[in-house]
């Protein structure tokens, strides 16, 4: 992680003093996992090029910004296309229930790689199993595939007062356990 | 609401990051973000312990377009570096011709066979209006090989294509064509014309055959170029820095 964050900082940096080939070393490096994050949370592939596409452009132009406070470069990196793509799930409303429905989550469902031995465990990885089954799955929904509360209802069959409360205590417990 | 209440504070940046505060809620929390700092560094934090659960998920490799797309956005090649200020400088017609490579693409032909089809002098010459064109729609570009930012086409008395200029972010490629016959005891050397310089600026000599790559002069970008002329000259060049006697201009088109 440690030798990552350095090679992505200096890349960054680079990038940051207007550096065309840091920055596509940049992309190169990082483009595979902010796809898998976009692709993810958007289902569809157009649409999480797209979201991929504007938070390169805005990386590029917001390099200069970037500071440890904001956590690892990868992190900030992620933070971008996140947001990016919550702001896409809004405009084009696209509607998550369906995609579970007609099987498309299956097509573009990125694998999830938290089985195995050769997966190091991460205090995250952690402090997430000390928590319910079901509050795991309901922030692991609205993480993961940018799913709102009510959406969230809708794959849980549980009332909406209950997620809610559910996500709000687990995030609480969380961050009780990261901090620790 | 008291958003220095650091359990409110914490909750709503969790739910900020997490993704489930939308709408009017989350534009709100954004502009609260402006006003409060530790409204800012609690975001930042919950960013820290969430995007971890990232790594979980396995890389999937983005089509090659998209990196095309923010290249041709950004309006830049990236064999070399460059200033951020000649960047900026030519976005605003990159956006466009990014807008216009989202057409769809049928009539794309690669560059190696349109510069075939061009120097094997065919009959027939697409004026320079169209050429620039067809160098703008297969303008494919790649992370290792440069790409020309801006082209000319220098043409004849007969409007035939004699010279092939493209400009690149540290180069400027030049092919001559069949269709250019030169004189053995002359030289053909290449000028700018810029906005508010009196003389033209030497950019070198062009070749009389095949093809050459002249040094970029450092002011190109930082100029306004009204067009680029080519003129008669001693061999080895202008004698005085001054064209000698101008034979052709060519407008340059930015890509």
Redesign the interface.
Known sequence: MTMEQDTLLGLLSATAA????A??AL??QT???L???S???LGR?EL??EA??EA??KI?HNATEYQH????V???M??IV?YRA?DML?YHKVRKEDQFEDGQEATFE?????EGPDVTK?K?DDC?GELEPQQKQA??L???N????HEVVGHLDLPLGTIKSW??RG??Q??RC?TL | MNYRDPELR??LA??Y????L??QA?RRFQTLMMQFPSLR?ST?LW?????????????????Q???Q???Q??G?????????VA?DKTNTVHEQSSESLKQPQSNVVSLSSFKTRLWQGAASFATAAAIILAVVLVKQQS?DIPVAQQVAVVQGAESQALWLIEVT?NSIEVRSTSNFTPLANKDYELWMIAKGIENPISLGLLPKSGQLSLPKDSQFDAVDIVALAVSLEPLNGSPNGLPTEVLYTAELAVL
């Open positions: 207007g550096d065309k080939q920055f596509a992309y190169k483009s595979g996992q796809f898998a994050v692709l993810k949370m592939r999480a090029e991929l596409q390169y452009v590029w406070g904001k956590g690892l990868l992190t900030w992620i933070s996140r919550l809004r990125a694998p999830m790689s938290d991460t995250l997430m922030i692991h609205a993480y993961y940018g799913l709102t509360h996500i709000r995030l609480q969380l961050q990261l | 914490d909750a969790a739910e990051v997490l993704g489930t939308r709408g989350r560094e930042w960013e820290q312990h969430l995007h971890g659960m990232n790594e979980r998920l396995a890389p999937i490799e983005p089509d377009a998209v990196w797309h923010i290249s956005r950004l830049f090649t990236l064999a070399n570096a460059d200033t951020r960047t992370i972010d």
